[in-house]
């Protein structure tokens, strides 16, 4: 292919990616908040067209064009159509769809009334990669990124009576994609999370925070908008249970300030208490139960209520190891949050994407803390000019969503991104000022393996740290590194020696059942070689300056193309303390014990 085609192909695809991010921005509404909402699930069968070759793109699936006189054919269908659950991952529910990455068009059908002075909201909780909506033929609007939250609103392209949605759905990889080419887990494609239908009044609450003030155990600092032609509104928020009637009136762009104090009965992971709240407007309400929690550093610790605390965690991917699925419902949520409290947890990673929500409410009703993440996630490319605002379109997404969660103790704005790329410091700079100015009473980090380790001693140099609230650092000593020498003899050289470390990775592989004694060759994949990763482990943390908790990778083994050993992986990674069928490995036992060893 000579090259002047190749570049004129490659102006094509960058003007198309500007037109896309433009429409990006133009088509999507404010975000609702779907509880307490009268709202219409659209979950169940779809039908769906698999489009290997992007062909229905020329096709325009979308209209669903029927042949009109005897010579008129066309070459896709709904009618006869194979069928999909939604939500769910399309990979895990056709096998020759196991590894595909790529186009499924997807059909349903819904009937609707419209009535007078009523809007119409489609919510899509998420959908895994690109999705772009139409309604009865008409473009709704499109979205990039597979784990946050989007909607359009179609007041205005719905019909009395049946209804046809369609959505394109793309999880083709990309460079300057978030995340880009290479990731480690299985890229499960397809509308992976719940898809609603909200009908609201004409002037609607469309969002609100309510949230301790930074560093208060008893005052809360918030606000109210609104979303429509009467903006100007007296609002009341309420908390029965603790007498608060709290009053304010909203200005002519729908926002109130809201600031009240209580004695509340702080959240914590021993007693996870939440109220209900109820926020009125004069044309709408909307009811949440929130708890309330006062997160910070302090120093070089971690402090929670005031009191110091040590982070017990694991690493969690958002995946029912026992489909082999993504993972998208309250049932799937409490199964791997019952295996995380089990070991003695009071904090999980989702990584290294913002999970579906019901594992961050049933996290929050279980008592266990949060760290949500956006996937900018190693291979980054930082010099494309669309990555700034994508990143921070997609930290808003997960801000928005989660911002009354008080589970939720820390935004993670990176995973493991290469010193050397061009650009990174400075985007990713950039972006932990942006998540400071909407979210400020929340701990921000950034995840690092850029540490040199010689002669037995780390050396945390980047100077990303100096981004982050607590230092968060990968490290895979005894896997993919050799020990230098005794762990328990390791030492520490830290570029920002005044903040809180935390060890977010750590660990190794092993095929549960391996019970081979690990000799020289046979080491690896045993259990009891995995065990040993871990004692060696839990020695070095002793040397480790404010250590302020630890994170095993991580609870389950999981699905990932990149794993193929044919006898101890075959497409997972194996380092999880648990396999695939919920099996608990020689290293379990350990991090519980030590869980429990630690008051
Ligand atoms: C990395 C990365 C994980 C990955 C793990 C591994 O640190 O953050 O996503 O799965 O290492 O190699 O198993």
Known sequence: M???KKRSEEWVLALFFILITVELANAQTAMINVQSRNVTSLNGDWSVIIDPAGSGQWQQVWLEKQPQKKTDFFEYSFQGAPVLKVPGDFN????ELTWYEGTVWYKKEFNYRAQKGRRLFLHFGAVNYWADVYVNGEKAGSHEGGFTPFQFEITGKVKDGPNALVVKVNNGRYKSGLPGLGYDWLNYGGITRDVDLIETGNTFIEDYNIQLKKGSLNTVSGWVQLNGSQLAQNITVKIPELNIFYKARTDNEGVAKVEFSAAFKLWSPGSPKRYKVMIESETDTVEDNIGFRSIEVK????VLNGKQLFL???????ENPFKGARASSAKDAVLLLNAAKELGCNLVRLAHYPHNEHMIKEAEKMGLMVWSEIPVYQHIDFADSSLPSKMEGMLKEMVRRDRNRC???IWSLSNETYPGTPGRDKALAELTKKC???DSARLITHVINTQRYQNNTFDLWDTLYRQADIIAINEYIGWYTPWQGLPAATKWTLVCPEKPVFISEFGGEALYGNKNVPTDEAAYWTEAYQA??????IEMFNTVPDLCGVCPWLLFDY???GRMHPVYQKGYNRKGLLSDKGEKKKAWYIIKEYYNSIR
Do not use: F
């Open 2 to 4: 000579n090259r002047y």
């Open 92 to 95: 895990s529910q056709l096998c």
């Open 299 to 302: 120093g070089s610790k971690v």
């Open 312 to 318: 017990k965690a694991v690493n969690i991917h958002e």
């Open 407 to 409: 589970a939720i103790i």
């Open 436 to 438: 400071k100015a909407i």
């Open 532 to 537: 040993k990763i871990y004692t060696d482990q």
């Open 559 to 561: 699905r990932s193309p």
